[in-house]
């Protein structure tokens, strides 16, 4: 009913930036918020930011206040994840998430649909 894809990811020394996207797809008037998530070998997965898909409110985790930014585009139903400053830290699988609710959570059982995943690696 809803597809999401993530692309964008890369290999990239610290410091550096990736712009990552995130298309909808089918039922996209179903989607009232979407959110990062990323998953580090060996690791659980981890919120990173979500958005309210009127583009009111965001909630981004800690470790990445400052560096990220997250950018709806209602029109195209789509997505972005600017990161900038990129960590070693920050090398995981990174997956979109929506969900028909428009609250924001960070836990990864809210959300109704999800992306393939897109590998970010960033070397020190």
């Known amino acids: 009913q809803v597809q999401l894809e993530e692309s964008g990811g890369g290999l990239v020394q610290a410091g550096g930036s990736l712009r990552l996207s995130c298309a909808a797809s089918?039922?996209?008037?179903?989607?009232?918020?979407v959110a990062w998530f990323r998953q580090a070998p060996g690791k659980e997965r981890e919120f990173v930011v979500c958005i309210n898909w009127s583009g009111t409110s965001t909630y981004y985790t800690d470790s990445v206040k400052g560096r990220f930014t997250i950018i709806r585009d209602a029109a195209e139903n789509r997505v972005y994840l600017q990161m900038n400053s990129l960590k070693p830290e920050d090398t995981a699988v990174y997956y979109c998430?929506?969900?028909?609710?428009?609250?924001?959570?960070?836990?990864?059982?809210?959300?109704?649909?999800w992306g393939q995943g897109t590998q970010v690696t960033v070397s020190s």
């Open positions: 089918g039922r996209t008037f179903s989607i009232n918020a």
């Open positions: 998430a929506a969900s028909r609710d428009s609250r924001l959570m960070n836990y990864a059982s809210w959300y109704d649909y």
